[in-house]
């Protein structure tokens, strides 16, 4: 694990994802699982 | 799914979704737009979205219970009350802080060893000694076995040199332990000799095929890796005929191994077009797969591996082979031919372990269920190697998600008494595992092994979500410990 920027506030349950605005797309069955991982 | 890149260009994205052979989207996030509007700055991160496009689960550490929780969540059924673990006040008083830095040694960096030792470095900057001794240099990990057995992970990308972890301050001895002598609390390898303060065994378990007439001619170990790759070599050249896979004898480890390797061995013979050439057979002593999970769970997978047209062949006593006629032979029973015999040898515990005075009537370490401690003191031990039993008089099932959540709380017990204090760090008893079933699909099982009179145990419907999770999984395994 490591932190990028630790004055990110992330998101919490319940939050609203505009996932559209975003460019992600939606979700299909279920859910849709958004993980952010960095290469090296 | 979809990966997200923070900070990536396209095309450092597209590199790290061909190396990884990623079966999703992986979109680049150049100027870290969506990663500050979602994420708490911190990689990975992992936020799971529901159909109404609202966060259910969020999460920095990747594990298999975030997943649990995210599905109890989706679902919309809210959670069976679980007793909670009796409180740690009920257990024995252990000595209180010792003076000085301790010296804890961890036998064995398979998955119990590994987590145990990358918890206890989290806990102290350097002033104990932590030391891993495995006679392999490497960590493997075993699960993505299955996937090397069909030719989708090369032997070297389920690995780890364990030296890695002595970047994180973690000692490293790459020999064979010989001798574990309690009285005089030190582990003797072939070229050292090392006191300990603390000791957690996690040695897993030893197979022994060797004990079977026959194995090495006939059959193909599922459970080696030299063996999954003789696997996959036969299935790349096998024009057809019948697939056998064993399992010589109870218990083993993985429940869900065998039906997952008849699973792959099916869709990887469809996909090469002789499957209505061949017949697969899973022979195995079990009454039904996975006793322990229940008759919901065994005929559910029972019922897959009718669909696939796997024919199954409970209560097969394995007796012997005889790669003469290349037939296997139950106890009482007609011998079955096979043309290719995929097995899961014995198990046993390892020879060290049963020459050390640890071991109990099952053949395995008896341990306190919650707090993994053996009957001596500064001794605990966890994964395959220890035994615990359930309320239904069964076994906790050997697999590496209990491994691995009982390397936590031991790490924890240990850490919190070195600060001089008590600590209540149980074990719960709840495990996870997907169950991989070919052509980018999976199940997803978990629940309570704990729970009484009986475990309560859930299966998920398969979908290409959990096989994807399992995929993420690996990758995280992999980095995450080294
Ligand atoms: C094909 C397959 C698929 C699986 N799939 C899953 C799954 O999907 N989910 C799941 O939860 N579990 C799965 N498992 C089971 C899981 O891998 C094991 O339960 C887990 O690895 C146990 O961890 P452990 O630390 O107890 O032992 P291990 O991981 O086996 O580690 C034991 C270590 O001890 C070392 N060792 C042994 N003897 C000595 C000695 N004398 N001296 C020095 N070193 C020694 C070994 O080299 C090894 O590194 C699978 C297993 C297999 C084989």
């Known amino acids: ?40 | 799914m979809v990966y997200v890149g923070p900070f990536e260009t396209k095309e450092s994205c597209q590199s790290w979704k061909d190396e990884y052979e990623l079966p999703f989207p992986v979109i680049s996030d150049e100027d870290g737009a969506i990663f500050k509007q979602l994420s708490n700055g911190w990689v990975p991160y992992t936020i799971l979205v529901g159909p109404d496009g609202k966060v259910q689960l969020w999460e920095s550490e990747f594990d298999e219970a975030g997943f649990a929780a995210a599905v109890e969540k989706l679902y919309r059924e809210p959670a069976e009350a679980q007793p909670e673990p009796e409180p740690a006040a009920r257990l024995a008083p252990q000595p209180a802080g010792r003076a000085g830095a301790a010296t804890i040694v961890i036998l064995g960096g398979g998955a119990g060893g590994l987590v145990a030792a990358y918890h206890l470095r989290r806990r102290f900057s350097g002033k104990h000694r932590i030391v891993l001794v495995d006679r392999s240099p490497d960590h493997l990990f075993q699960s993505s076995l299955l996937w090397h057995m069909v030719g989708q992970r090369r032997a070297d990308q389920i690995r780890r040199p364990l030296s890695d972890l002595t970047r994180r301050g973690i000692e490293f001895i790459n020999d064979e332990v010989v001798e574990i002598d309690l009285a005089n609390k030190l582990v003797k390898t072939h070229s050292e000799k090392i006191d300990f303060d603390y000791l957690i065994v996690s040695l897993g378990a030893q197979l022994v095929p060797e004990t079977v007439e026959g194995f090495d001619e006939m059959a193909l170990n599922l459970y080696d890796p030299k063996g999954a790759g003789m696997i996959n070599a036969a299935l790349e050249s096998f024009s057809g005929g019948r697939v056998g896979v064993l399992v010589t004898s109870m218990p083993f480890k993985c429940p869900a191994a065998p039906y997952e390797a008849a699973l792959l061995v099916d869709s990887f013979l469809r996909k090469k077009g002789v499957r209505n050439k061949s017949e697969i057979h899973v022979y195995t002593p079990e009454h039904q797969p996975m006793p322990v999970a229940g008759p919901v769970m065994g005929e559910a997978i029972t019922k897959v591996l009718g669909k696939r047209d796997i024919r199954y062949h409970p209560l097969f006593t394995f007796e012997k082979m005889q790669p003469g006629t290349h037939t296997i032979i139950p106890s009482g029973g007609e011998p079955e031919k096979v043309d290719l015999l995929i097995a899961v040898p014995p198990h046993q515990a390892p020879d060290v372990v049963r020459s050390s005075g640890l071991i109990g009537a099952s053949g395995w370490i008896p341990v306190d269920k919650h707090t993994l401690r053996t009957e001596h003191e500064g001794v605990y031990a966890i994964g395959d190697v220890n035994s615990v039993r359930l309320a239904n008089g069964k076994t906790l099932p050997m697999a590496g998600v209990f491994a691995h959540y009982e390397a936590k709380v031991v790490a924890e017990q240990i850490a919190t008494e070195l600060q001089g204090q008590r600590s209540d760090a149980a074990f719960s008893g709840k495990g996870y595992c997907w169950l991989e079933l070919g052509g980018g699909k999976a199940g997803f099982a978990g629940g309570n092994f704990y729970n009484e009179p009986e475990p309560s145990v859930r299966l998920y419907p398969p979908m290409r979500f959990w096989h994807w999770g399992k995929v993420l999984f690996e990758k995280w395994w992999l980095r995450h410990w080294f």
């Open chain 1, 1 to 40: 694990m490591k932190v990028l920027d630790e004055s990110y506030k992330g998101v919490s349950e319940g939050t609203l994802v505009p996932l559209n605005e975003l460019g992600l797309p939606a979700p299909t069955t279920g859910g849709l699982l958004i993980v952010f991982w960095k290469g090296q």
